[in-house]
């Protein structure tokens, strides 16, 4: 009995450390790594979150924030603490996951059954110890198609860290561009009031009438409502930044410290700029490994055409019945009858009284036969979805490509307004309002003509903001469309850059506040007796 048993448990102690040595570890630390370098390659920042590295990561965002927020620094402030970017990077560690679990083989099966035999005795014991052995063809095709898969998370993971970053940008250009809006908002009341000053001083003097003061009042009011609405503006762009970085604290402790972006003066290369966004983006690459893993797919259902084959080792002990009753009395009366004297009955061998089955052991085997399910429907469907990734590949790189020329030409068109107004419009209305208060002050013409004049000039400074907010925003909007930092989108074109003159060198509203100041002064002057 002990040699039968010995055999079995071999096998069985072999399938099992078999199946211990398939055991492995998820370890999504590599994967990591991977998607640091894809970021960095799109964004320029090669710190990302990492599940686990979250005391280290607050105390570095806490280092950015330190003495102020530029651009940049708001940018790697997202990709370390928002919650969506975060919550995206888990994604990896369940792919890597998904890699792990495919490259084990099944557990095996250990069966036991008892069957009592109806007259009583010892019971019929089966059991067998089988392992599914389709995986030797199949898993090589699942690893494939996994790392496929995982391949495709870390790149749609890393091309929405890239947007997040973007994200984060435009979201810091249009809170500083709020700011700005806001502060020159409230220069440009300033101007307004030292008009409504000179109408009221010439009114006083008799120079002036009633009427000039009221039109001056109503411009007045005005600018005081655009300071609400610019006031009101800069604390939502500022509560949008803050949630864009992930942060919770007043946006109003936000310090910026960066001015709108410069304005490039070359032209990108379009067509340069395409070819490098099909090579570049992340989203294109993306799908193209979804291409591959679907090619795998495809592969591994062709293979589950025969799912299973088992090997089993089975293991048998056949019942043994209980012997008939005997009765001793009458067997001793027999034996002593038989021997002439008292005698005791006849002792019986256990072959004798009992029904015997040795052990029995041996292998089997049992392959699942493909005759009324071949897959079809699998394969067909796996190549589907490979045709359908196709189709979307080629959609994606058609989008691209108009994406990519439409946010150039945006780019291009905004670069220009900006400049527009930075060399035409603002310096011609600063000049038309110089030119309206001399007349004005000559008594050549009435305060209506200072007050277009002002109205125009306000209207341009505003613009002028305007127009270099739009500017600062065609920067992300490039990385977004070619997958690149903006400095090598503008290298890779061939592009410079140039750092347009500030508002304040186009006319400051301090120079027409002391020219108010003058004419005042000359008309009380002239006035006086």
């Known amino acids: 009995m002990n040699r039968t048993k010995r055999p079995f448990l071999s096998v069985a102690l072999a399938i099992v450390a078999g199946s211990a040595a398939g055991c492995a570890t998820v370890n999504p630390e590599p994967d990591y790594l991977r998607l640091r370098v894809q970021v960095q390659r799109a964004t320029g920042y090669s710190q990302t979150y990492r599940p686990g590295d979250e005391a280290a990561l607050t105390a570095h965002v806490n280092a950015l924030m330190a003495d102020g927020l530029t651009a940049s620094e708001a940018a790697q402030i997202a990709l370390l603490n928002n919650a969506d970017l975060r919550a995206a990077c888990h994604k990896i560690g369940i792919a890597r996951a998904d890699v792990v679990q495919s490259g084990l083989l099944s557990n095996p099966s250990l069966g036991v059954a008892f069957r009592l035999p109806s007259g009583g005795g010892l019971a019929n014991l089966e059991a067998d110890l089988a392992q599914n052995l389709a995986g030797l063809w199949q898993i090589p095709a699942q690893v494939r198609a996994a790392e496929r898969g995982l391949e495709r998370v870390i790149l749609d993971v890393a091309a929405r860290v890239a947007r997040g970053a973007a994200q984060a940008k435009s979201a810091y250009y249009a809170a500083a561009g709020a700011d700005r809006r806001l502060a020159i908002a409230e220069e440009n009341l300033e101007v307004t009031r030292k008009v409504l000053e000179l109408a009221e001083f010439r009114r006083s003097a008799g120079a002036g009438s009633e009427l000039d003061v009221n039109l001056a009042r109503g411009v007045v009011l005005e600018t005081e409502l655009t300071v609400q609405q610019a006031r009101l503006a800069a604390a939502d762009a500022r509560r949008t930044l803050a949630e864009v970085l992930g942060l919770t604290l007043d946006a109003n402790e936000l310090v910026l410290t960066e001015a709108l972006a410069d304005v490039p003066d070359n032209v990108l290369d379009a ?3 395409t070819k490098t966004a099909l090579t570049e983006r992340l989203d294109v ?11 795998e797919r495809l592969v591994l259902e062709y293979r589950r055409v025969f799912p299973t084959l088992k090997i089993a080792v089975a293991l048998e002990r056949g019942e043994r019945e209980r012997a008939e009753g005997r009765d001793l009395l009458a067997d001793t009366a027999r034996a002593s009858i038989a021997a002439g004297r008292l005698a005791a009955p006849k002792i019986e061998p256990r072959s004798a009284r009992h029904v015997n089955t040795d052990f029995t052991i041996g292998p089997s085997l049992a392959l699942e036969l493909p005759i009324f399910d071949q897959n079809q429907a699998q394969i067909a469907r796996a190549r589907y979805e490979l045709e359908q990734n196709q189709r979307l590949l080629d959609g994606l790189q058609c989008t691209v490509q108009q994406e990519v020329r439409g946010v150039i030409d945006r780019a291009h068109t905004a670069w220009q307004i900006a400049r527009y107004y930075r060399d035409e419009i603002v310096p011609q209305a600063q000049r038309s309002l110089g030119l309206s208060r001399e007349s004005y002050h000559a008594g050549k013409s009435t305060v209506l003509a200072v007050l277009d004049a002002e109205r125009t000039y306000l209207i341009a400074r505003d613009g002028y903001v305007e127009a270099l907010l739009a500017a600062a925003a065609a920067a992300p909007a490039l990385e977004r469309a070619v997958g690149l930092p903006f400095d090598r989108v503008v290298g890779a074109a061939g592009g410079g850059a ?25 008309l009380n002057d002239r006035d006086e007796p």
Do not use: W
């Open 285 to 295: 690459r993306a799908l193209r490994q979804a291409v591959h893993s679907a090619e």
């Open 498 to 522: 140039s750092t347009p003159p500030p508002i304040e060198e186009l006319g400051d509203p301090s120079d027409g506040e002391a020219a108010i100041g003058t004419d005042s002064q000359d």
């Open 271 to 273: 067509e340069l700029l």
